[in-house]
């Protein structure tokens, strides 16, 4: 038995860049952290619009509990990046 098909997440604006790291560091040498958009998204949405997640999983097209899985994954990522130097990189779902 195969999962069901993964819902379409609705993602606005693009980002500036591929990827945020630490100065003075190449990308190549640092650890890379993949960040994906509807991480970055859910990020967006509840840390700093300060939406509540119901509200951002209606703008994202998901439920409620989609957004809260999502936006663990994101700031154990984002944690990760900062404690320990790595570099956020980001992607869409389809990169990896």
Do not use: W
Request: with cysteine.
């Amino acid at each position: 038995m195969s999962p069901r098909p993964r819902k379409l997440r609705h993602c606005e604006g693009k980002f500036c860049g591929r990827a945020f790291k630490p100065t003075g560091i190449s990308l190549v040498d640092l650890k890379q952290i993949t960040l994906f958009r509807d991480e970055l998204e859910a990020l967006k949405l509840c840390d700093y619009e300060g939406l509540f997640q119901e509200q951002a999983g209606e703008k994202m097209g998901v439920s409620r509990g989609t957004v809260q899985r999502i936006l663990t994954s994101a700031r154990n990522k984002v944690a990760e990046a900062l404690a320990t130097g790595a570099a956020l990189v980001f992607a869409d779902e389809d990169e990896e």
